[in-house]
């Protein structure tokens, strides 16, 4: 099985579809491809530091100097990015979101936008490029960087209303996942005047309590801890706290619709505009949007996508429900630390998450995971479509049947070894049985 590259992000296991002779030449191809200083930084995974050398001895290799950055959220490294002209551009090596054993590398563009380097390249075409090495005397170097995570949190605080968040004297529990977020977050909390109780911030740890995946399951040490310390509300972050989710005060998860709406009126109360969300999304935020002012426009699934169509339709807001929120007034990609600080700020104005959360009406929302192995992605897509070709679907991304009384969607997932089916309809019923009728179409032909 090789590494995924969707959104020309590489990822996959660590020592068999991502290793360090690949680090090696990702390191290489970013120094030709940028042509100048290149930042790097790693999420907290145990394979960060040995595929982090291998990146930066392959820039410095390259003739390109490498601006270390260590152990910071991916949305850190991208705002240096974007406000250091200096800087060409820059790699973050995290998977994000996929399980421990997965690692991989983001190429960032000197804008701070996530940079579709290797678009069209698979994993051996990666390692089949031929990079020339820099002469002895051009060899690149290393230098670190000070007081840069200071001057990030700065910035996210003076985007939210300080005062107000100070004033609510709040309290919220935060589930760092041993990740990249608990430096970050516990100093912006301190700007903000809110109380904190941090879990799973030991990045040193050898295992993780849960997996980086923001699900409910994973989530309910998180909701009982911030049930049971009075607090306003939970957090919570993968690795590279580039997406993060909520519980209430009384420790019940948040669905990611929920969480996107109140993002997005916080948003459109300030400034009215079009707000980007995937053809994936339950038509809740749609009809929540255009109520308050916004208008909705829908795109493919995936946090690239989506930053350039909130750029490209001029937006005012974006996002998916996994968590994933885009500002386009601070930068233009998902930074879940800011999220953090714009829910705090709706808390302070609105009132408690779990009354805003109630006003959003619940949906029949469903989504069922098949496996499926890259060799045979071709041809379940060609049999999905010759299925659904009579159905007239929408093709944005994957295969979208619209019906009077709902919709389901099969898509390939860019990111892990997975067909996704989803479903929304009127009868929580009916999206339960259309999704798993599709899931087990799909096992039938993988033969799953």
């Known amino acids: ?79 240096y990015i974007m406000t250091h002209d200096e800087v060409a551009g820059g790699i973050m090596i995290t998977a994000s979101h996929s399980p421990m054993d997965y690692n991989g590398f983001k190429f960032i563009a000197a804008s701070g936008r996530d940079d579709p380097a290797l678009e069209g390249m698979t994993a051996e075409s990666i390692m089949a490029e031929t990079v020339p090495t820099a002469p002895w005397e051009k060899i690149g170097e290393t230098r670190g960087v000070n007081g840069e995570l200071e001057r990030y949190v700065d910035a996210v605080a003076g985007c939210v209303d300080s005062e107000a968040i100070i004033s609510k004297h709040l309290k919220i529990c935060v589930d760092c996942a041993r990740g990249n977020c608990q430096s970050t977050v516990t100093m912006l909390l301190n700007r903000l005047g809110v109380e904190y109780i ?30 049971h310390t009075k607090s306003n509300l939970g957090v919570a972050f993968d690795m590279d706290a580039d997406r993060c989710m909520f519980v209430t005060g009384k420790g019940k998860f948040v669905r990611g619709d929920k969480s996107f709406c109140i993002l997005a009126r916080s ?46 339709y001029g937006a005012v807001f974006g996002g998916e429900v996994n968590g994933g929120s885009v ?93 996704r089916v989803y479903a929304e309809y009127d009868d929580a019923e009916k999206a339960e049985a259309k999704a798993n009728e599709y899931a087990g179409i799909l096992k039938d032909m993988i033969g799953a």
């Open 1 to 79: 099985m090789s590494a995924s590259l969707g959104d020309g992000w590489l990822r996959g296991r660590f020592g068999t579809e991502v290793t360090v002779e690949m680090g090696l030449q990702i390191g290489r191809i970013a120094g030709r491809r940028y042509g100048g200083p290149v930042a790097v930084a790693c999420d907290t995974r145990p394979s960060g530091e040995a595929l982090t050398s291998a990146v930066k001895a392959g820039i410095m290799a390259s003739g390109q100097d490498v601006i270390d950055m260590g152990r910071l959220p991916t949305s850190a490294l991208q705002y």
């Open 198 to 227: 941090t879990m799973d911030g030991n990045a040193s740890a050898e295992v993780t309590r849960r997996d980086s995946e923001l699900s409910p399951e994973n989530m309910k040490a998180l909701g009982n801890l911030t049930s």
């Open 267 to 312: 948003v459109l109360d300030k400034k009215k505009g079009k707000v980007v969300t995937s053809v994936a999304s339950p038509s809740s935020i749609a009809k929540f949007v255009e109520a308050n002012g916004g208008l909705i426009k829908l795109c493919a699934v995936g946090a690239p996508t989506v930053v350039r169509k909130v750029s490209d």
């Open 327 to 419: 500002f386009p007034d601070f930068q233009p990609c998902r930074d879940a630390i800011l999220a953090l600080a714009r829910m705090l700020e709706a808390v302070a104005i609105y009132g408690p998450l779990e009354k805003q959360a109630a006003q959003i009406p619940d949906t029949n929302y469903v989504m069922v995971n098949v496996s499926c192995p890259d060799e045979r992605r071709p041809e379940v897509t060609a049999k999905v479509r010759d299925i659904l070709s009579t159905m007239n679907p929408d093709v944005t991304d994957g295969f979208k049947v619209t019906e009077e009384d709902g919709w389901f969607l099969i898509r390939l997932s860019d990111t892990c070894h997975v067909i």
